[in-house]
């Protein structure tokens, strides 16, 4: 059920290659597919792992680079080049140069204009997949575009493998147009085949189908308050789901009780759901940081039923009800502050 923030989609493209290693070409495209698994190392800091990352990045480059000059000929070509235009846009996201992105649009482009037909589908995705890691706060506008590229490439390549994974991954960028959004994630389970994608495509359909209701709230804080749907009414409530595993949820911690202390005092209230499994460990967190918001933990992870019945898929994850208790936001953390006044204004 855990799903990471990192767009798996964007690494789905490339084809397996299973070919028995029969020369230097073989040789050198199977060192190319080994290095796939990624780094084997835990580094002990984020630091380092920036470091290990930018390092691995640096070896695949040079695998393909060399590759690509060593066998030109090669039928592998092809997927080599797309492959280093995925990776340069990932490595420009890493260091913040507009060079390797740019490079990779050359490689597209060049790729255009010599792409047979068997080849279209792999190029397309691949144009798409730049797009959405292009997509850092987009606009309407920006939104519009990949969908329309996204219905593009479903009426192109109808019977391709990656549309499901494709709708569910643009349908998280339509929190704020729930129609929208129920409409890409059904288009998606009807394509599923993938049993941890149907999973995920559930709990997504479950979430944007709460969007306008009241949310189904009731459990006993690790401080021993009785929590209910009721007693929620009144005020602005953010719930906030998070686990001291996940760094980003550690973040999002702090971010909304800075938004929120300069909200006037008592005009929203803040609840967590912890997917930690060990409530003991809550305490001193809660301490640390100076928080008395209610916290719900089960120490069932994943698997407790309060995150099923809600469709929790990924952390953090950061709700926004109104004073009835409706749900009005699926995605709140960003504009915190912002949001909670505009609900202040409706009452």
Do not use: Y
């Not at 420009?92 to 990779?104: H, I, K, Q, V």
């Not at 890691?133 to 493998?161: G, K």
């Not at 021993?224 to 686990?243: C, K, N, S």
């Not at 009780?257 to 300069?262: F, H, I, L, P, R």
């Amino acid at each position: 059920m855990r799903r990471a923030r990192l767009l798996v989609i964007l690494v789905a493209f490339a084809v397996a290659t299973a070919a028995q290693a029969a020369g230097p070409a073989d040789e050198d495209w199977q060192a190319i597919v080994a290095l796939d698994a990624g780094p084997r190392e835990q580094p002990p800091t984020k630091e380092a792992v920036a470091q290990m990352v930018q390092a691995h990045l640096a070896q695949q480059e040079r695998a393909l680079r060399n590759f690509m000059t060593a066998h030109p000929q090669d039928a592998r070509g092809f997927e080599a080049r797309l492959r280093l235009a995925r990776l340069l846009q990932i490595r420009a996201d890493f260091d913040g140069s507009e060079r390797p992105r740019a490079e990779a649009q050359r490689l597209l482009d060049e790729l255009e204009k010599t792409a047979t037909p068997e080849q279209r589908p792999e190029l397309d995705f691949a144009r798409i997949a730049r797009l959405m890691r292009s997509l850092r706060a987009p606009t309407n506008a920006q939104r519009e575009e990949l969908l329309r590229a996204a219905r593009q490439f479903q009426s192109a390549h109808p019977t391709d493998r990656r549309l499901a994974s494709l709708f569910a991954e643009v349908a998280t960028l339509f929190d704020h147009q729930p129609v929208t959004k129920e409409a890409l994630l059904e288009d998606a389970r009807a394509l599923a085949t993938d049993e941890e994608l149907q999973a995920r495509i559930a709990d997504d359909l479950k979430r944007v189908r709460l969007l306008g209701q009241e949310v189904p709230l009731a459990f006993t804080s690790v401080q021993g308050q009785e929590i209910h749907r009721d007693a929620l009414q009144g005020r602005p409530v953010f719930v906030i789901f998070f686990a001291q595993s996940s760094p980003p949820s550690m973040t999002a911690l702090a971010k909304l009780q800075q938004e929120t202390a300069g909200l006037p005092k008592g005009s929203v209230r803040v609840i967590g759901v912890s997917l930690d499994e060990k409530r003991e460990t809550l305490a001193p967190l809660l301490k640390a940081r100076g928080l008395s918001w209610p916290v719900a933990c089960d120490g069932r992870g994943w698997q407790g039923p309060l995150v099923r019945e809600l469709g929790i898929n990924a952390l953090p994850t950061v709700w926004l009800l109104d004073a009835r208790g409706r749900l009005r936001s699926l995605n709140a953390l960003e504009g915190a502050a912002a949001k909670a006044r505009g609900l202040l204004q409706e009452r």
